[in-house]
């Protein structure tokens, strides 16, 4: 058993006065998920200053066999970031470790703390005249760490990938107290295994990440945004071939969104409006931008959308006049989780089939979780471009929200099989968390578990970090 009285002492004594919360109150906000699925207790919320400090207090966790909980934003929505209900795990926050370290523009780099938001990295690149492409709908709250530590997709994956593909290089502090200091820049560097590969994705099971060399890319000099009304998912898949095979470089974001996504938001979100005459059951949001000057998007947004307006597939469409205009029609495409939440409790399903499965994903998907629960809501939206549906379920109107949730599992490998059949993955971006590890034996046995064991085994041998998230128990 640990001392965990003496483990509190000596964290206060590195950490300081401003570095360790303990009261109830001020905890609660780090025990609980996003998503209220999860609820655990915390004997303390750690928040050092700065690298020394985190690697001095893991090496004081790991002496005392305490385990240790990292967390960003807490936005996660697979329930990767909280505690467990027995209240023997400490949480790690990075909040305080937030500063930009340097920003070259000639490089195209911006090298920053992990407890800085994503929001706080977007703004730091465009301050030296770059964009860092990564934009999800929670880039307020959402950290480096956080989205380095679950390799977060978003609206930008189709052009630019997802967050692994924007890292250069990391410092981490491993569960042991020591400091790897991968803080290149280099475009090249072919020395031996790729460790900052090791821990993107690794969901906070492997080290802290507490800061990262992102790599950005030019700002654009033309956006065009568009909301179209489209006939079917096969519609939608059309068009977003359209837009592909006239300029590939040019599609910035490309996302669906059914219509009962859309009346959700549109009943919950104040001052989302339809900027359409009226409403559709599928919807299309396409941004293209181009850093080129002088490139004519608008023309070539115009073109796509008369062929397709004449080929049936779309409508009705509307290309965005103004910034304010762009943004209110992101809006109602960010807004889709938190309408969501608002009418009621849903099971999510963030997968991903081949792109060109999309239609034949959301067709069987809806079929199968209507027939196992008459009145099931279906709400598939999400990034098309890159095959990955939110394939969410919102509760029958009807229903108790608890028995619903009862039922998450029976609907989520309902869905999944849909997926498996479609060469698919049962996690394109959200992660696995403490939502999925059941499925990680059945999706990723064998050789694959086995070796994902033993990296966690080399690593982290007490199995201190982040305990009960991804890997499944023994
Ligand atoms: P947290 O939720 O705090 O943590 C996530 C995981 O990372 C946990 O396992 C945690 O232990 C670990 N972790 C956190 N910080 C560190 C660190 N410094 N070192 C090591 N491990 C760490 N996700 C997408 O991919 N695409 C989307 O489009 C998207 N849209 C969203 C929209 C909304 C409204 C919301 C609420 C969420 C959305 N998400 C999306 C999910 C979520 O925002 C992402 O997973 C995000 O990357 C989590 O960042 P965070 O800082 O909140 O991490
Ligand atoms: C999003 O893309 O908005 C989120 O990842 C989706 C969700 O809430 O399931
Ligand atoms: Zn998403």
């Not at 207090?57 to 990292?70: L, N, Q």
Request: charged residues 20%; aromatic residues 4%.
């Amino acid at each position: 058993m640990a001392d965990l009285p003496a483990l509190l002492r000596r964290l206060q004594e590195i950490l300081g006065p401003a570095g360790m919360l303990t009261e109830p109150a001020d905890t609660a906000p780090f025990v609980a998920d996003w998503r209220r699925l999860y609820s655990g207790r915390t004997p303390a919320v750690l928040r050092p200053a700065n690298t020394a400090e985190l690697a001095s207090a893991m090496a004081a966790c790991a002496a005392a066999g305490v385990g240790v909980v990292p967390q960003g934003g807490n936005t996660s929505m697979v329930g990767g970031a909280v505690p467990d209900e027995d209240g023997s795990q400490v949480v790690l926050t990075l909040a305080r470790m937030n500063r930009v370290r340097a920003a070259d523009a000639v490089d195209q780099t911006l090298t920053i703390e992990a407890g800085a938001t994503l929001k706080a990295a977007q703004d730091a690149a465009e301050a030296i005249g770059c964009l860092l492409p990564l934009s999800i709908g929670s880039e307020g709250s959402a950290q480096v760490g956080g989205i380095l530590a679950t390799n977060a997709g978003g609206n930008n994956t189709v052009r630019y990938g997802n967050a692994r593909d924007m890292v250069l290089g990391l410092e981490v502090v491993l569960p042991d107290g020591q400091v790897w200091n991968g803080l290149r820049r280099l475009r090249k560097d072919n020395t031996g295994y790729c460790l900052r590969q090791l821990f993107v994705g690794s969901e906070g099971t492997l080290g802290i990440i507490t800061a990262a060399v992102l790599k950005l890319v030019p700002r654009p000099r033309e956006v065009e945004v568009a909301l179209c009304a489209v006939a079917s998912p096969e519609a939608a898949l059309a068009l977003f071939h359209r837009f592909y095979t006239n300029d590939p470089a040019a599609v910035q974001a490309f996302e669906y969104m059914a219509g009962t996504g859309m009346d959700f938001v549109l009943r919950h979100i104040e001052g989302a409006v339809l900027p359409l005459s009226e409403r559709a059951a599928h919807y299309v949001l396409v941004e293209l931008a181009t850093p080129r000057p002088q490139a004519g998007l608008r023309g070539a947004m115009e073109a796509v959308l008369e062929a397709a307006l004449e080929a049936g597939e779309v409508s009705n469409a509307v290309i965005a006049e103004s910034g304010a205009q762009r943004a209110a029609i992101w809006r109602l495409r960010e807004e889709h989780s938190e309408g969501q939440k608002r009418e009621g409790a849903s099971v999510k399903n963030d997968v991903s089939v081949p792109v060109s499965k999309v239609p034949e994903l959301i067709a069987r998907a809806s079929e199968a979780c209507r027939a196992l629960m008459p009145g099931i809501r279906v709400v598939p939206f999400g990034h098309m471009g890159d095959g990955n549906i939110h394939f969410n379920l919102e509760q029958p109107v009807d229903m108790d929200a608890a028995a619903f949730l009862a039922r998450d599992h029976e609907i989520m490998d309902t869905v999944c099989a849909v997926v498996r059949d479609l060469d698919g993955s049962f996690s394109a971006e959200h992660g696995i968390g403490k939502l999925k590890p059941y499925m990680m034996p059945d999706w990723r046995g064998g050789a694959e578990l086995g070796l994902m064991r033993a990296i966690k085994d080399a690593i982290d041998p007490a199995g201190l970090m982040n305990p009960g998230k991804v890997l499944p128990c023994v």
